[in-house]
């Protein structure tokens, strides 16, 4: 994937577009939101920094999540946080246990397949996006996406089916 | 795309909407572009915080300054200053300590210089200690006193008692914590000057509980140059000469970490040479197929079986373990039991042989006196079988 140059405007552009929905990717990625908050905020920060100083990206929203995953790796000292913290949003309770399933299947899953699994399914980005942005093979992707995926489907007691 | 595709994406949407974050895109936007003005005038951000959060601390001062004007006239409570901030920054209070990063390097002594590795060297002779007057190491770690004097050195102030240590001689202070305990340690010497030594919990190192990955280790990841590594990380990296034999090979580490890897690079040492390898050596930090420095033979062995270490399957050659009959007795010290411990270190990394062979972890090593570094100067470091 080519490098191409992104000027700090179309950082803030990202940030307003996408901060949340990208913050909520993070948050299912390593678990906390505060955390989440704290590392989507430094990656937007250093995007915007990047951009500033003529940097390129191969992806700038994938350049943002990776940043991002990699910081809150990196703060993370094993303090896993409860899904479903003070700070989320209320919902009916039927909807509310599902989230929480999800997350504590998520939580469950090894980092790179957590990862992977979130920018899969909640980004909805395609597996060669993913791999630029994670600068790995596709097929360290697919692998992982495998695993993760049925990891998943044990957890939630989900039939694996057959491809459509 | 399946059934169950669908039914995770719904479900991924369904969870992210009751994920609600304090702040929205536009004022994150916003902080942004109020930085545009900063960066003018040439203000350096602080390695350690965002510029959001510091753009949001100094509106949360306002605004909680304005109320607190407004509402509690006389009130005596003055902002409080976070232990992350540098000097001069603006006083924040601690409601904006939720928007500071928490990942910090460890506390230890300005110019104390961090050792690394399973069994970091402390020289001391006629000249004096080296690496520095004060060392820092971690917890779980060993420190090696080598006299290199000529003459019998003296140390007094280990809980032990004193200690001799002949000319080209060594001893042991291992593991670490057991021997001294977290904190500064000051000795008496003579005839040559012992350096304090700074014990790093394990509780104060971002480092010390990340698990080595199949491409990488926390920030650091296989194929970023030392620049990009520097840049994830958030600061400095320190780039060893003399690492290891190879005219090409180097070692990168966190200067201010005990608890960092080794990050070994292939190149010139300069800020574009790629990492191709990353060691883990203290014990407790595990591997993403669960193997830790210290483990016997049988318990690598119950674990190289077992169907879920092998994560790194689809990597041609993953998973390769080997180890020769000679070991390094320094890490033999670290067995609970008395056992024969198999486990010197552990790490990830790509062969040596191009920047597109894959990566692979849980490659067991066991550090041999006849070659305790054969990396970067020849063959490939593992067999592949």
Sequence with gaps: ?164 | MTDLDERLSRRFREAGDMIDPQLSGDEVARSLGSRALQTSSGVERSKHRTLVGAGLAVFVVVVIGVLALALLPGDPHEPLTTPNDPPGTTPSTEATTDFVPTGVTPRIPEGCVALHGSDPWITIHENGPNPGLCVAIAADGTALIFNKGHDTVTIDGLPAGAISIGSDDWRWIVPAVDHLGPGVHRFTSSPYVMPEIWVVPRSESPLATLPLEIEGFGPFRLGMTIQEAQAAWGGELTVAESFAPGPRCWGASVPDDPYSPILIVEGDGGPQSRIEQIWVELPGQPSVGGIEVGMTEDEVRARAMDAGYNLAQWAEGGNVLEWTDEGQAGIELTAPDGQRVLVAAFLTGTELSGPDAPPASDRVRRLTVSSPNAFCSGPAPFSRS
């Excluded at chain 1, 505060?34 to 430094?42: F, G, R, S």
């Design chain 1, 1 to 164: 994937m080519n490098h191409v140059g992104v000027g700090s405007d179309e950082v803030e552009a990202l940030a307003r577009t996408e901060y949340e929905r990208l913050v909520r990717a993070v948050t299912m990625a390593c678990g906390s939101l505060t955390l989440a908050e704290d590392a989507v905020q430094e990656a937007f920060a250093r995007a915007w920094r990047r951009a500033d100083e003529g940097g390129t990206f191969s992806h700038l929203a994938g350049w943002v999540v990776t940043v991002a995953l990699n910081q809150t790796r990196r703060v993370h000292r094993g303090d896993s946080s409860v899904p479903g913290g003070p700070s989320e949003r209320h919902s009916p309770n039927s909807d509310r246990t599902e989230a929480i399933a999800l997350r504590t299947a998520v939580a469950a899953l090894p980092t790179r397949q957590r990862e992977v699994i979130v920018m899969h399914y909640f980004l909805d980005w395609s597996i060669s996006m993913i791999a630029a942005s994670l600068d790995v093979s596709e097929g360290n992707v697919k692998n992982a996406l495998f695993r993760g995926r049925r990891s998943l489907a044990a957890q939630l007691s989900l039939d694996e089916g057959a491809p459509r």
